[in-house]
């Protein structure tokens, strides 16, 4: 699969691609880093049942991975993590967590 495959089986969808932690709401009250999966061809906000959508510290294992997503897609792009894999990097080779700035985690 490449980051831009995806799959739908029962109202749940399997996507792969990235998760970065981003800035969400800047400016807002609700303004945090927050989790997206970023594929080749779109950006979906994910949210892991019984996580703090503010901190969601079940998913910051996974920043900077490419991983295999498996959950229900919400109208606003909202992904809820129902499975989350580590895959092997297809850019870089390995299954080793990418260097990000400390700024992003």
């Known amino acids: 699969m490449t980051s831009s ?15 970065l932690f981003m800035k969400f ?3 807002s009250k609700s303004e945090s880093m ?5 594929t080749a061809t779109e950006t979906l906000r994910l949210h892991a049942e019984g996580d703090n959508p503010f901190i969601n510290e079940s998913l910051k294992f996974y920043h ?14 909202l992904l809820r993590v129902e499975k989350i894999t580590r895959l092997q990097d297809p850019v870089g080779g ?7 700035p400390e700024s992003e985690h």
Do not use: I, M, W
């Open 64 to 77: 900077c991975s490419h991983c295999a997503v498996c959950g229900v897609l919400a109208e606003n792009k």
């Open 25 to 27: 709401a800047e400016g």
């Open 94 to 100: 390995d299954n080793e967590v990418r260097a990000c």
């Open 5 to 19: 495959d995806s799959q739908q089986q029962g109202g749940v969808t399997k996507k792969t691609g990235y998760v």
């Open 34 to 38: 927050r989790p997206f999966l970023v």
